[in-house]
């Protein structure tokens, strides 16, 4: 006699179209969410440079001079008797994009930038360059 059973579960073909969906999904999602993560580092990179900016005008009223380097923001400079005795400028100096922050100072002017997402001078997009003009 031929008895049917009720079988629980899924077979290897159902599996399959259930991967193929969940991965066409993903598919399609990926690139946005990526994007979007790039979109916040940009902000992220403003904000901070607003942060420096505003160190770099306390350590310039402090000082009389802006900082050869960004260093000069977290570290004592010898040639400031007023410098502190907190650091002006706590955290890391590298951009959300793990990249050095360009920083010139010539007289009573300076230029602060981000290269970027790609690390490179130039670009468009995520890649644009991020400069003082961005933050003020």
Do not use: H
């Not at 969906?21 to 916040?40: E, F, H, M, R, Y």
């Not at 403003?46 to 001079?65: E, F, P, R």
């Not at 920083?103 to 468009?124: A, I, M, P």
């Amino acid at each position: 006699m031929f008895v049917l059973r009720n079988r629980k579960g899924m077979t290897l073909i159902e599996i399959m179209i259930v991967l193929a969906i969940i991965g066409s999904i993903a598919a399609l999602l990926l690139p946005n969410i990526t994007g979007q993560l790039d979109k916040s580092k940009v902000k992220e990179a403003k904000i901070q440079m607003t942060q420096i900016v505003n160190a770099l005008s306390m350590y310039y009223t402090d000082c009389g001079k802006y900082p050869q380097s960004l260093e000069g923001l977290s570290k004592a400079d010898a040639d400031c008797s007023n410098w502190g005795p907190e650091p002006y400028y706590k955290k890391d100096l590298k951009d959300p994009f793990g990249n050095e922050l360009v920083y010139s100072v010539e007289g009573s002017e300076y230029d602060l930038k981000s290269f970027g997402k790609d690390g490179r001078e130039g670009g468009s997009g995520n890649d644009k360059d991020i400069t003082l003009d961005d933050v003020q």
